[in-house]
């Protein structure tokens, strides 16, 4: 039992493992495969990306076919492309300068609006300030009689006080004044009872008892007096003590009355402060912060204004780089069309050397002369065609392109200024198309013309050939063949080769001279539409540049 129990649990174990494996073998394989997903997803755009790749290869392949089957048509094509292409710029800046045009009379609307609003706050504010100024100008006014009121009651105090100073004096002497005569009154009364009462009691009292009796006397009357002059005093006092007692709440109310007013006036200043304050935090606020507000929303319009413009800027320069390299492939293509016209005119004047040597020819073959002489003049006649051949054989010398006259100074001086990147793609383009030509061989140093090349591109759908006429002559043998004569025969049928072969070069000359004015006509239709072109691009840039410059001048006023 105990080894089946351990079975059991080894197989739970490992089962256990088992399950553990698989989970982590099915994790590592879902990413496995997900990465697979991914690869193929990147192989199926790269896939793409290639069979695009390839079109363009065909069609460039195409093109480069056309080019060498018939490269004045191509280059026609590519003429009316850019010619196109130019056309659609023009609309684009037209429909640009619209669009700017819109903006800045929009721009020039909400100016308008702002200064108008800028103008009825600043007559508001203005109306504000005259009521300020007004209250204010009404609180000066109080403050003025606040302070006559304040220097009237401070001279009434003064009054008071000078008048209460004078009774008081007035009323100390008039005790005085009166103590001095209630004492002589006194004294003379006391006197004259005295002298009575001492004349009617000589006789009956003794001397004590009338001198006791007489100043009992003289002590009452004093006392009474006392008596009277203190009611006396006392009403006196009571009265000034109720003329002060008035005078003091008289005092009071005006100075409870003043410390309002003062009060009232300090919380009207205190009011007034806080309304100016006000008033100038508003004002500077509205004044301020609204003209920098526009002022940063005109500056940040302006620089939109200017971005916008630069970006116009950057697009004509780009149409000026595509006009400069039309304009320099055409001049290439003139400078190619002198070169064939001077390699005609070579050919014609080999032509006419050859009708002359085959007439005189002909003529010695008519003439029935000595036969030495004949073959001397055969003989002159072989060395002058074979001087001819070698002629056409030599290829001339021609000007490199770093001799070829620039085409304006102004063109010139744009490249500077523009990217060296793109010119170099732009140049290089047209310079792998020019080497393409089958026509033209460029080297490092000299552009050589091939005589030969020229014939078979004109008359390629001839079976004529120039060069297979020239190696016939350049062999006597083959010369001699075509030249033969037979005296037995008619000399017309003898000489039928000879005018047919004369006829062929003057009609392979005037094709080549038709095709030439042709490409002339083209070429010169060309240069009229670039250069019409070139001046409705610089009359916009300088529209643009007017345009700028103006909306400049006018922020920089408004600033």
């Known amino acids: ?212 009796i007489r100043e009992n006397v003289i002590l009452k009357n004093a006392i009474h007096e006392l008596t009277v002059r203190n009611d006396k005093v006392q009403i006196e006092n009571e009265i000034i003590n109720e003329e002060i007692e008035k005078t003091m709440q008289s005092d009071k109310v005006l100075i409870e009355e003043i410390k309002q007013l003062i009060l009232t006036g300090q919380q009207q200043v205190a009011t007034i402060e806080n309304l100016y304050q006000q008033h100038k935090n508003l004002k500077k606020e509205n004044t301020k912060e609204k003209a920098n507000d526009e002022i940063n929303k005109a500056q940040e319009k302006s620089i939109e204004s200017q971005k916008k413009s630069h970006e116009l800027q950057q697009k004509i320069k780009k149409l000026e780089e595509q006009i400069y390299v039309i304009k320099n492939d055409l001049q290439l293509e003139n400078y190619d069309e002198k070169c064939i016209r001077e390699d005609v005119e070579r050919a014609f004047k080999i032509g006419k050397s050859l009708k002359l040597s085959v007439e005189s020819a002909l003529k010695c073959y008519r003439v029935k002369d000595d036969p030495d002489f004949r073959e001397y003049q055969q003989k002159n006649i072989f060395f002058e065609l074979l001087a001819i051949a070698n002629e056409l054989e030599e290829c001339r010398e021609r000007p490199s392109i770093e001799t070829i006259p620039s085409i304006s100074d102004l063109y010139a001086e744009k490249l500077e200024q523009f990217n060296l990147l793109h010119l170099t793609r732009d140049l290089k383009d047209s310079k792998d198309f020019v080497a393409n030509v089958p026509i033209l061989s460029t080297s490092s140093s000299n552009r050589v013309f091939s005589t030969p090349s020229i014939y078979s591109v004109v008359n390629s759908s001839k079976s004529f050939s120039v060069d297979e006429k020239c190696s016939n002559l350049m062999d006597p043998e083959t010369a001699t063949e075509s030249l033969h004569y037979s005296s037995d025969s008619d000399s017309n049928l003898e000489l039928e080769n000879k005018p047919n072969f004369i006829q062929n070069l003057i009609q392979e000359s005037d094709n080549f001279s038709e095709i030439i004015s042709t490409s002339g006509s083209t070429n010169h239709s060309l240069n009229q539409k670039l250069s019409i072109s070139n001046s409705q691009a610089s009359d916009k840039f300088q529209e643009n540049e007017e345009h700028k410059d103006g909306r400049s001048s006018e922020s920089y006023k408004e600033m």
């Open 1 to 212: 039992m105990e080894k089946k129990s351990k079975i059991k649990k080894d197989a739970e174990e490992s089962s256990e493992k088992e399950k553990k494996l698989t989970n982590v073998e099915k994790r590592f394989y879902e990413l496995e495969i997900a990465g697979i997903y991914r690869k193929i997803e990147n192989i199926h755009a790269r896939n793409k990306e290639v069979e695009r790749q390839n079109k363009e290869l065909e069609r460039k392949l195409e093109i480069f076919k056309e080019c060498r089957n018939d490269p004045l048509a191509h280059l026609n094509q590519e003429v009316k492309e850019k010619d196109k292409q130019v056309s659609d710029l023009e609309k684009k800046m037209s429909n640009l300068e619209n669009s700017v045009k819109k903006e800045t009379e929009e721009h020039q609307s909400m100016l308008i609006d702002y200064d108008e609003k800028f103008e009825r706050t600043e007559k508001e504010l203005y109306k504000e300030i005259d009521k300020l100024e007004k209250e204010f100008n009404s609180i000066l006014d109080f403050r003025k009689q606040r302070k006559s009121l304040i220097e009237e009651l401070e001279t009434r105090n003064i009054e008071m006080r000078k008048k209460s100073e004078k009774l008081m004096n007035e009323v100390r002497q008039n005790e005085l004044s009166f103590e001095t005569k209630m004492h002589k009154e006194v004294r003379d009364k006391i006197y004259e009872m005295s002298t009575q009462f001492a004349k009617e009691f000589e006789i009956n009292i003794p001397d004590s008892t009338q001198r006791l």
